[in-house]
RNA sequence: GCGGAAUUAGCUCAGCUGGAUAGAGCGUCGGUCUACGAAACCGAAGGUCGCAGGUUCGACUCCUGCAUUCCGCGCCA
């Protein structure tokens, strides 16, 4: 509709130009904007107030000559000129009811496009080291990370979704020394438990699960404890093999699945790591200094240079991570969108660095990152800070055992990535109008009763018949909800451009809160039967696009509740 | 000190990348169920968009400076 709109006023703007008005046609197409106040029309445009200077003109003397040159057409019904020179476009209503059509007939593909026309994206999210339950914060990257996994997959994107983990370094270390400690009986107090040893209870069941020489299953591994607790490498496989398998349930618990994990082992083994430092060190963006290999990332704009390998021999972090992006470029992924917590951004430079000083043809900003920050837990007006569990910082599962996967996932994605989130648990928990997710979830269901009475009333066939009386729909409260099922496909387009979820789910509310309007404003089982039909059919509208909408978030759309 | 993010109603947050009188939810106050789900709806009060300059037809949005909060700043990951 909006396309439609800037035809027509192109083709008015070229109609000036031939009448000598206007000197030329800007290029851009003309910019149109859905006014927030409904007096404004349904579509306005900015065209004569960005062209008055050029054409000499006052705005709105240009804005008139713009509206009488517009073509012949269907779609306008009339076309105002208000302020400083906006005009302002009211459509047919015929044209805002159409759209039912369109949902009944894509039904669960209504929002998808095919921007991305197939081609590679990958979404890294989560990769937390099993090292420890997930915390929230690795629930918030969860829930973004899938919805983006979800959007671009909307859009027309082939989305691989991979968790990237460190299964060998110094934490897995930590991690192996803590478990070994509890087997042996010792607890953090004592003077000889290991320097950053980890302290939450969960290690205790892990060595527990070791002496009693249990078998695990995670993802990607299946590991029998030995029991033999002075073996640290049986004891670091079966702890990682743990905290992998636990890590699985919260990510199941939480309907987030993954396509593919990688390890950083993989890097060493396969010789990719030297082979990255190899390639740094010919390409001349490295220097020996104090007994360390340095990389110049300062002359790909970090602040300082930074040491690849140390003195006593091993590579710092971010060479595995270099080596990782250049595996995932030859991959074949034109996008790579890597999802993380903000006080990892620091890496952001050095990784992009590295990837240009291999002289590999990677563009400058690849990869992309969306950085989430932190998240503080809030119950009962009080911060929440401990976790039994973990000790430390409140798990994932915490949130789902309190408040369920629905509300968690919907709370962790309902704001920007960039604010700091506050999870109100009470709020998260109420069953009740104070819960935007009941709000939404509502809406469905009672959409869902709705058209379950009119199926027992009135038999297969009803809804289809109500497409045949969309111009029955002519109540405001009618057509305003029209027009926000209409904008669905663009607000999945942006939200997918932008990188944004939460956009799906600020129009999610709007959506039930129009249909909720709609619903206290007219009768639908109880109206003349054209009437009757015609709601019946903007309902089932509804429903469908609400469930689309939370699919996208993943968050279910009960029937009843 | 340097870098990143943020600062909008009592609280939690949006604000479509520069548009019209800055919005929503919660909370507060007042109304709506003998009809399809009241987990809902309708209305009211509530603002110096952190501060000060600048850019232009027009600034919450862009630029500069300042203030405050959070996060990073290791030959840790």
Redesign the pocket.
């Given at each position: 509709m909006k396309a439609e709109l800037a035809a027509l006023i192109s083709s008015a703007l070229e109609q000036l130009v031939s009448q000598g008005t206007l000197a030329d046609v800007p290029e851009a197409p003309p910019?149109i904007?859905?006014?927030?106040?409904p007096?404004?029309?349904d579509l306005?445009?900015?065209v004569a107030?960005?062209m008055?200077?050029r054409a000499g003109l006052a705005?709105r003397d240009l804005a008139q000559q713009v509206i009488d040159a517009l073509p012949i057409n269907a779609l306008i019904a009339s076309a105002?000129i208000?302020?400083?020179?906006?005009?302002?476009f009211f459509i047919n209503p015929e044209r805002h009811t159409e759209i039912i059509s369109r949902i009944f007939s894509e039904r669960s593909t209504f929002g998808q496009t095919n921007i991305g026309e197939g081609r590679k994206v990958q979404v890294e999210f989560v990769s937390a080291?099993p090292t420890g339950p997930l915390h929230v914060g690795h629930g918030r990257g969860a829930a973004i990370g899938d919805c983006l996994g979800r959007l671009l997959d909307a859009t027309g994107w082939a989305v691989q979704r991979e968790f990237y983990y460190?299964d060998a370094?110094?934490?897995i270390q930590n991690l192996a020394l803590s478990v070994q400690a509890r087997a042996m009986g010792k607890s953090p107090d004592d003077t000889d438990w290991p320097e950053d040893g980890y302290q939450g209870s969960y290690i205790q069941d892990v060595a527990n699960a070791f002496m009693a020489a249990e078998t695990v299953q995670a993802a990607d591994r299946e590991i029998t404890a030995s029991g033999d607790v002075n073996d640290l490498d049986a004891i670091r496989d079966f702890a990682v093999a743990c905290l992998r398998r636990e890590q699985d349930q919260d990510l199941r618990a939480f309907a987030v699945a993954f396509d593919h994990y990688f390890l950083?082992s993989s890097l060493y083994d396969s010789g990719a790591v030297d082979e990255t430092v190899s390639t740094l060190v010919r390409s001349g963006h490295t220097f020996e200094?104090?007994?360390?290999l340095?990389l110049r990332t300062s002359s790909f704009g970090d602040?300082?240079d930074?040491?690849m390998?140390?003195?006593?021999g091993?590579?710092?972090?971010?060479v595995?991570d270099v080596a990782y992006h250049l595996n995932k470029w030859q991959r074949g992924f034109e996008r790579v969108i890597n999802e993380q917590?903000?006080?990892?951004?620091?890496?952001i430079?050095r990784v992009r660095a590295g990837l240009q000083g291999l002289d590999a043809g990677i563009p400058k900003g690849w990869p992309e990152y969306v950085?989430h920050?932190?998240v503080?837990v809030?119950r009962d007006g009080t911060e929440v800070k401990l976790s039994k569990r973990a000790g430390s910082y409140v798990t994932l599962r915490d949130l789902i055992d309190w408040v369920g996967c629905d509300a968690t996932r919907y709370f962790l994605v309902?704001?920007?990535?960039?604010?700091?989130?506050?999870f109100?648990v009470d709020?998260a928990l109420?069953?009740?109008?104070?819960?935007?997710v009941?709000?939404i979830?509502?809406?469905h269901?009672?959409a869902?009763?709705?058209r379950?009475?009119?199926q027992s009333a009135l038999g297969d066939g009803a809804e289809a018949a109500g497409l045949e009386h969309l111009d029955c729909l002519c109540e405001p409260?009618a057509l305003t909800l029209a027009i926000t099922l209409g904008r669905f496909p663009?607000v999945v387009a942006?939200a997918a451009?932008?990188l944004?979820p939460?956009?799906v789910a600020?129009y999610l509310?709007?959506a039930?809160?129009d249909f909720?309007?709609f619903?206290?404003?007219?009768?639908?089982?109880?109206?003349e039967p054209d009437i009757q039909r015609a709601?019946l059919a903007l309902v089932a509208a509804t429903q469908q696009v609400i469930a689309n909408g939370l699919n996208l978030l993943g968050v279910s759309a009960?029937?009843?509740?």
């Amino acid at each position: 509709m909006k396309a439609e709109l800037a035809a027509l006023i192109s083709s008015a703007l070229e109609q000036l130009v031939s009448q000598g008005t206007l000197a030329d046609v800007p290029e851009a197409p003309p910019q149109i904007d859905h006014p927030k106040d409904p007096a404004h029309g349904d579509l306005s445009c900015n065209v004569a107030m960005v062209m008055a200077k050029r054409a000499g003109l006052a705005p709105r003397d240009l804005a008139q000559q713009v509206i009488d040159a517009l073509p012949i057409n269907a779609l306008i019904a009339s076309a105002d000129i208000a302020g400083p020179g906006f005009i302002n476009f009211f459509i047919n209503p015929e044209r805002h009811t159409e759209i039912i059509s369109r949902i009944f007939s894509e039904r669960s593909t209504f929002g998808q496009t095919n921007i991305g026309e197939g081609r590679k994206v990958q979404v890294e999210f989560v990769s937390a080291n099993p090292t420890g339950p997930l915390h929230v914060g690795h629930g918030r990257g969860a829930a973004i990370g899938d919805c983006l996994g979800r959007l671009l997959d909307a859009t027309g994107w082939a989305v691989q979704r991979e968790f990237y983990y460190n299964d060998a370094g110094q934490q897995i270390q930590n991690l192996a020394l803590s478990v070994q400690a509890r087997a042996m009986g010792k607890s953090p107090d004592d003077t000889d438990w290991p320097e950053d040893g980890y302290q939450g209870s969960y290690i205790q069941d892990v060595a527990n699960a070791f002496m009693a020489a249990e078998t695990v299953q995670a993802a990607d591994r299946e590991i029998t404890a030995s029991g033999d607790v002075n073996d640290l490498d049986a004891i670091r496989d079966f702890a990682v093999a743990c905290l992998r398998r636990e890590q699985d349930q919260d990510l199941r618990a939480f309907a987030v699945a993954f396509d593919h994990y990688f390890l950083e082992s993989s890097l060493y083994d396969s010789g990719a790591v030297d082979e990255t430092v190899s390639t740094l060190v010919r390409s001349g963006h490295t220097f020996e200094q104090d007994n360390a290999l340095w990389l110049r990332t300062s002359s790909f704009g970090d602040d300082k240079d930074r040491v690849m390998r140390k003195s006593e021999g091993g590579y710092t972090y971010f060479v595995p991570d270099v080596a990782y992006h250049l595996n995932k470029w030859q991959r074949g992924f034109e996008r790579v969108i890597n999802e993380q917590g903000a006080d990892h951004h620091s890496t952001i430079t050095r990784v992009r660095a590295g990837l240009q000083g291999l002289d590999a043809g990677i563009p400058k900003g690849w990869p992309e990152y969306v950085l989430h920050q932190m998240v503080t837990v809030m119950r009962d007006g009080t911060e929440v800070k401990l976790s039994k569990r973990a000790g430390s910082y409140v798990t994932l599962r915490d949130l789902i055992d309190w408040v369920g996967c629905d509300a968690t996932r919907y709370f962790l994605v309902a704001r920007a990535p960039s604010s700091q989130l506050t999870f109100d648990v009470d709020l998260a928990l109420a069953k009740s109008n104070e819960n935007p997710v009941y709000y939404i979830q509502y809406a469905h269901a009672r959409a869902a009763s709705i058209r379950r009475k009119a199926q027992s009333a009135l038999g297969d066939g009803a809804e289809a018949a109500g497409l045949e009386h969309l111009d029955c729909l002519c109540e405001p409260e009618a057509l305003t909800l029209a027009i926000t099922l209409g904008r669905f496909p663009e607000v999945v387009a942006t939200a997918a451009e932008r990188l944004e979820p939460h956009d799906v789910a600020n129009y999610l509310r709007q959506a039930a809160s129009d249909f909720h309007a709609f619903y206290n404003a007219h009768h639908i089982l109880d109206a003349e039967p054209d009437i009757q039909r015609a709601r019946l059919a903007l309902v089932a509208a509804t429903q469908q696009v609400i469930a689309n909408g939370l699919n996208l978030l993943g968050v279910s759309a009960p029937d009843t509740m």
